[in-house]
């Protein structure tokens, strides 16, 4: 039954997001530092501010965000907050609170991560199946070995070294930063052209270290494909090459390759945040760098449970449209 | 290696005298074939000897680290490389941190495939309520991206007593899912072979199956996981360091990325300063996919032919 497999799945993800959040929650717990001691310790270095009450002040942040009570009784209060949406205050930027800060910052993250995945995930399949397709010119089999090659190479290198190379030799484009110095955020053209100017080279670095993937995986597919006979009677029944190339080669191949898609969204997002901090773009991986620069530790769990979360809905979508795809899979178990 | 190749229909040795050459002709016959291989071996024993033969000309001990050298020097005859902001020659410090990062590598590489090999043969070899309990952890685990967590482990690190070896351990904690899934569905599909029944038949106890039989036919799965585990344990120090988690001391390439990219190098036109660890790192993960390219090869003949 299909509605059985769904609820598997879903159970199934629901223990995935239940393992992250505990093991989320225990970690920083089990270990001696105290992020709010250390705020203060900070504030006190930086700029000689030492109040005599300083222990008081602590003990009361602790109490204000419920540090003191009993570790699982603070564990079950953190669950049913993330089970109402709420992830706790910002330490560093208190009053805001987590959520506040993610929804601030998810518009560049989806906008830069959706545009590089989509594309290079079209592009790298196109390139993987014209690879195995025995009609396709040289170069393109050519292009598989530096694809492999950029592939194993993190984004947030050749980010750098796009960096190098454009933005600081050639001058092409801004070193970093989301929009031009100076600029203030609003919604005319001239200001999202210059914001688009700035997310070039990050969308260059996370599209070139994730096509290899693509490409490498559609060839291995379209190879396999190369000698069913479906391809073979349709190659003899005349059809014009283009068609049996769209038709009945990637047509068929690409399923695999949305499957892939699901698995692939835990590492985009970790590339993409690395990518973010690297440009110091205003998305949820420079929030997460400040984060972490700050011990702002409610924010660094809370994006990381929102990445989680968002991951396990994505592979349950990607479960729900599979079938839409591919007719021949319909979730019944016989 | 050499097996694989001798492998195949054998001709009748009354009729033909077939000579079997040696190990050492058969073995760059190979290698010839295997390019992949060769070039990913190639960049690592070039990578090994700059290294070695660095540590053993410069004092590494002393100079790739703070206030050793003038600082902010572009490179020149006096410091190949050039000099960071914090007085640091840059070639001793890629020849610390190559060695360093390596060291990462390795440590958690082992860690990830040893524990992998253990729980892949429970799970596959005595199935049962251990089968299930290893396969429920690892897959539940498995979507989970582990350089999240590994980023709340190590933030929760007090950062001044992180060194390499903590970093090392931080990055295996969860290395070993990946090795786990791929060891179990080998000895699934080796132990059900014929040549293990008969070795049951023939009274062989468990252990020895396990040893004996199984585990010499699974080298170059678990010689493959391993390289592909040192590859993910540099790859997450990488992401940790460059966060500004990594044991901020040592002159780890990511650590020396992190500090270059906090003092806004390219900004400030010290563009050598980030440009070598980043091309150090570039090789480092080329010659190891090659090498797990080659490996692969080498282990499933199956690729070789599609070739």
Do not use: C
């Amino acid at each position: 039954m299909r509605l059985a497999y769904l609820v598997k799945r879903v159970l199934f993800l629901i223990a995935v997001v239940w393992v992250a959040a505990t093991i989320v929650f225990f970690i920083p717990r089990l270990s001696a530092r105290n992020p709010i001691r250390e705020r203060f310790a900070e504030i006190a270095r930086s700029t000689g501010f030492a109040p005599k009450d300083l222990e008081q002040i602590i003990a009361a942040y602790e109490v204000k965000f419920g540090l003191n009570k009993p570790l699982l009784q603070q564990y079950v209060e953190y669950m049913g907050g993330v089970l109402r949406g709420d992830l706790g205050p910002s330490l560093t930027r208190f009053p805001k609170t987590v959520l506040e800060l993610i929804f601030s910052a998810l518009p560049w993250t989806i906008v830069l991560l959706m545009l590089t995945t989509l594309l290079s995930f079209a592009l790298g399949n196109l390139l993987g199946a014209l690879a195995s397709w025995p009609r396709s010119p040289r170069f393109v089999k050519g292009l598989m070995a530096p694809l492999m090659m950029l592939q194993a190479v993190p984004a947030y290198l050749l980010g750098l070294l796009l960096i190098f190379f454009i933005a600081f030799r050639l001058k092409l484009l801004p070193m970093g930063g989301a929009y031009s110095q100076g600029v203030t955020p609003s919604l005319t053209l001239e200001f999202i052209l210059d914001a688009a100017r700035h997310q070039i080279l990050p969308a260059i670095s996370l599209i070139l270290a994730s096509l290899g993937f693509w490409a490498l995986g559609m060839r291995g597919m379209g190879i396999t494909i190369q000698g069913e006979d479906y391809v073979n009677f349709a190659e003899h029944k005349g059809l014009h090459p283009r068609t049996i190339f769209t038709q009945y080669y990637v047509r068929n191949a690409l399923l695999p390759q949305v499957t892939g898609l699901a698995l692939a969204f835990g590492s985009v997002i970790v590339s993409g945040v690395l990518v973010e901090q690297l440009y110091g773009l205003p998305g949820l991986g420079g929030l997460l760098g400040d984060a972490i620069l700050k011990n702002d530790y409610f924010v660094i769990y809370g994006i990381t449970l929102f990445v989680i979360l968002s991951i396990a809905i994505l592979m349950f979508l990607v479960d729900l449209i599979y079938p839409l795809l591919d007719p021949r899979i319909r979730y019944e178990s016989r | 290696m050499t097996q694989m190749a001798a492998v195949g229909p054998q001709p009748d040795a009354q009729e033909i005298r077939y000579e079997q050459p040696s190990r050492l002709t058969l073995t760059g016959r190979y290698l010839r074939r295997n390019k992949s291989l060769v070039l990913g071996l190639a960049i690592v024993i070039a990578l090994t000897l700059f290294t070695v033969i660095g540590s053993l000309t410069i004092d590494t001990e002393k100079r790739a680290y703070p206030l050793a050298v003038k600082p902010k020097q572009p490179p020149s005859a006096e410091y190949p490389l050039g000099t960071d902001f914090f007085g640091r020659d840059l070639l001793a410090v890629m020849v610390r941190g190559i060695w360093q990062t390596a060291v990462i590598g390795l440590i958690a590489g082992a860690i990830g495939t040893g524990v992998g090999v253990i729980l892949g043969f429970l799970s596959a070899y005595y199935g049962g309520v251990v089968d299930t309990l290893i396969r429920a952890i690892t897959e539940v685990l498995l979507p989970i991206p582990a350089f999240l967590i590994l980023v709340i482990i190590a933030g929760s690190i007090d950062r001044k007593s992180v060194t390499i070896y903590t970093m090392a351990l931080i990055v295996s904690l969860l290395a070993w899912m990946g090795p786990t899934r791929v060891m179990r569905a080998q000895v699934l599909t080796l132990k059900e072979r014929l040549f293990v029944n008969v070795a049951r038949l023939s009274g062989m106890s468990n252990l020895e199956i396990v040893f004996k039989e199984i585990l010499p036919n699974m080298l170059p799965f678990i010689l493959a996981s391993f390289v592909s585990g040192v590859f993910a344990g540099i790859f997450a120090s990488f992401g940790l360091s460059v966060l500004g988690l990594g044991p901020l001391r040592e002159p780890l390439i990511g650590n020396t990325i992190w500090f270059a990219q906090q003092q806004a190098a390219f900004f400030n036109g010290w563009w050598w300063w980030p440009l070598w660890p980043s091309l150090a790192l570039v090789l480092i993960f080329v010659s190891l996919t090659l090498i797990n390219v080659g490996l692969d090869e080498l282990a499933n003949p199956r690729v070789r032919r599609a070739e």
